[in-house]
């Protein structure tokens, strides 16, 4: 596709469940990262991969939230055993090498009751 | 990543240029400026970006000082589709390192 997919757009869960949260980036994009926006706020960077590198995790919030991108290409942003405090929208952005203009998704909005 | 200081809202009326104020003083020589928006309920959109030239775009312009201390995003003639939070960040082009937003300025064009 031509932009950065996300998926689901919406997923409603119960608490203690774990979800995953899909991105999809721009193909040939070696930079994609994960944001969390909570109603009203900021952006809240997660995580950020770049090629083969070790991914940034510094802004992961607990050890309940992880994420891996496979091939380079797909990434899965997994939150095991949520809390209601998750419930945000979860953005996805990538940016091609050498450049550093960044490419949002639409969000996946978790509701977690 | 140097740090940038935005007000958190501002007003304009329909037609009228928005100006909107970044801070960012403590900026290094080879850190860009950027501006993206994040309309309502979207995912954030890149606006345009520069090192110390004024640059213009089918956007808007963005206004560096010639100490690159401060710049400023003009959109000439606001319309009510340009109400959105805009957000000014500093960093390295071609780096690799986390980007990070602050809480932006939210502007509401009014008609």
Redesign the interface.
């Known amino acids: 596709g031509a932009g950065v997919s996300q998926s689901p757009s919406n997923k409603v869960t119960e608490k203690g469940k774990d979800v995953e949260l899909r991105c999809d980036p721009i193909s040939g994009h070696t930079a994609l990262y994960w944001y969390r926006q909570s109603l009203g706020q900021g952006l809240e960077f997660l995580i950020y991969f770049q090629g083969n590198s070790a991914p940034d995790k510094s802004g992961l919030p607990s050890d309940r939230f992880s994420a891996e991108r496979t091939g380079g290409s797909v990434s899965t942003l997994t939150i095991q055993r949520t809390q209601q405090e998750d419930s945000a929208v979860y953005l996805c952005a990538s940016s091609p090498p050498g450049a550093n203009v960044l490419t949002f998704g639409a969000g996946s909005r978790l509701t977690v009751l | 990543d140097a740090k940038t200081t935005q007000p958190t809202s501002m007003d304009c009326a329909e037609g009228r240029a928005a100006n909107l104020p970044c801070n960012h003083s403590t900026i290094s020589g080879n850190e ?1 400026v ?1 501006w ?1 928006r ?1 309309i309502h309920s ?5 606006i345009i ?1 520069g090192l110390k030239n004024n640059e213009t775009n089918e956007m808007a312009s963005l206004i560096i000082t010639e100490d690159r201390k401060s710049s400023t995003l003009i959109l000439p003639h606001a319309t009510l589709r340009d109400t959105a ?1 805009y ?1 000014c960040i500093v ?14 300025t939210k502007l509401q064009v009014i008609p």
């Open positions: 860009y950027y993206y994040q979207q995912g954030p959109q890149y970006h939070v957000y960093r390295v082009t071609g780096g690799y390192q986390k980007v990070t937003f602050g809480i932006g």
